[in-house]
């Protein structure tokens, strides 16, 4: 079964700077993955997603995701971060084969300080 | 293309009643999957249906059930609430065959007392 680890549960980091949130996920084959964001009080918004190809993958709102086989990982950067990026932020992931309900993880609260 | 909605946003309701949530998923999708969120489980897929047809479902008792119309348009429903029931429920939609993304809606917001 598939399965996703958060790491960090909460990180803050000053307007301006960059930021990476860190994926390792669990799952026997290539796997499809995404990132996404809730707002509070809001629902899921999606970011980006990885399924094949090209292991840097582009989202909206400048962020971008490295898919790392060899270390299980799908790791969410933006370079610099703005104050509206203040969310949490959900890595995803579903089978390529089977069922298609996506597996989350616990999700990364970002602060963000002017 | 509007995206999926969810009626209605905010609901409470009392231990042992049971309550009914909608979803629209956006135009073209077929499928329709319902997910549950608390801050102490997190975000759990409840079911998911495909041209009416529940096609996969999660851990959940079976108080939780649900359906989907011709049009796509989807209904959970939950029996029997009990407070642990408390929670955000999110349902997204998406296309049907090949590489998929789910678009979620906004969330109905149920709270059992």
């Known amino acids: 079964a598939q399965s996703v680890t958060q790491p960090d549960i909460h990180i803050t980091v000053s307007e301006g700077a960059s930021l990476e949130l860190r994926c390792n996920y669990s799952?026997?084959?290539?796997?499809?993955l995404f990132w996404y964001v809730q707002s509070p009080g809001q629902g899921l918004q999606l970011l980006l997603k990885y399924f094949s190809g090209d292991t840097l993958v582009q989202g909206i709102k400048g962020f971008e995701a490295e898919f790392k086989r060899s270390q299980s990982s799908f790791n969410l950067r933006k370079p610099s971060v703005h104050w509206s990026d203040a969310a949490e932020y959900f890595c995803a992931v579903g089978a390529s084969t089977g069922a298609n309900n996506l597996f989350f993880g616990t999700g990364t609260r970002l602060t963000v300080i002017p | 293309k509007a995206g999926v909605t969810q009626t209605p946003r905010y609901l409470i309701k009392t231990r042992g009643q049971q309550v009914t949530l909608s979803c629209s998923p956006i135009s073209g999708h077929r499928s329709v999957s319902w997910y549950q969120q608390t801050p102490g489980q997190g975000l759990q897929f409840l079911f998911e249906y495909f041209s009416e047809t529940q096609r996969n479902k999660g851990n959940f008792p079976g108080r939780f059930s649900g359906r989907q119309f011709s049009n796509s348009r989807s209904e959970m429903n939950v029996s029997t609430l009990e407070l642990g029931d408390s929670a955000l429920y999110l349902c997204?939609?998406?296309?049907?065959?090949?590489?998929?993304?789910?678009?979620f809606g906004p969330g109905t917001r149920l709270t059992v007392t």
């Open positions: 997204a939609s998406r296309t049907s065959g090949g590489h998929y993304e789910q678009y």
């Open positions: 799952y026997g084959a290539t796997p499809y």
